[in-house]
T-cell receptor, first 111, second 115 residues
């Protein structure tokens, strides 16, 4: 079946540091890949997505590239801010559009 | 407008109560979802509606009863819940279930506490 594996957190960084959150997937088909962000006390917000190999999704300074050869979709940001503190979920969707989520990575950014 | 709304925001109920959670979207989406999220865990899929018909029930106990009155509304009726049912309940919608490329849009959730 389909599954997503994320790096375990929590991750603590200083403001302006470089962020990488690793995500790898297993899928029987050709999934679309997503990153969602959840701020404290809120629902999930779509951060970015990629629907085919070598696509790069980007939003608010975050980027992730769909790497079929390594089955990965790592999230990166060049300079994090305190306001980026949240839980980040990697997810995949295959035919039928049912989402599979990773365990989530909690990010804390300190001033 | 990419908004999914949920009411109430918070709900406290006893184990003998009956209550309902409501979800609404006006994006013309034809698939709607209920998820349960426990603290520090990812969302767990409970139910999926596609074109107002129940498509998936992930072996959810019968004390949870979903309803889709029309294409914009989704309800979750709660009855005789247990304390372990306390969680954040999230509603989501997507354009349809027939393409893998469609993202899901989530509401802010209802924080449910069962006493």
């Amino acid at each position: 079946g389909n599954s997503v594996t994320q790096m375990e957190g929590p991750v603590t960084l200083s403001e302006e540091a470089f962020l990488t959150i690793n995500c790898t997937y297993t899928a029987t088909g050709y999934p679309s890949l997503f990153w969602y962000v959840q701020y404290p006390g809120e629902g999930l917000q779509l951060l970015l997505k990629a629907t085919k190999a070598d696509d790069k999704g980007s939003n608010k300074g975050f980027e992730a590239t769909y790497r079929k050869e390594t089955t990965s979709f790592h999230l990166e940001k060049g300079s994090v801010q305190v306001s980026d503190s949240a839980v980040y979920f990697c997810a995949l969707s295959d035919w039928g559009n049912d989402m599979r989520f990773g365990a989530g990575t909690r990010l804390t950014v300190k001033p | 407008d990419t908004e999914v709304t949920q009411t109430p925001k918070h709900l406290v109920m006893g184990m003998t109560n009956k209550k309902s959670l409501k979800c609404e979207q006006h994006m013309g989406h034809r698939a709607m979802y209920w998820y349960k999220q426990k603290a520090k865990k990812p969302p767990e899929l409970m139910f999926v509606y596609s074109y107002e018909k129940l498509s998936i029930n992930e072996s959810v106990p019968s004390r949870f009863s979903p309803e889709c009155p029309n294409s914009s509304l989704l309800n979750l009726h709660l009855h005789a819940l247990q304390p372990e049912d306390s969680a954040l309940y999230l509603c989501a919608s997507s354009q349809a279930r027939d393409r893998r490329t469609y993202e899901q849009y989530f509401g802010p959730g209802t924080r449910l506490t069962v006493t």
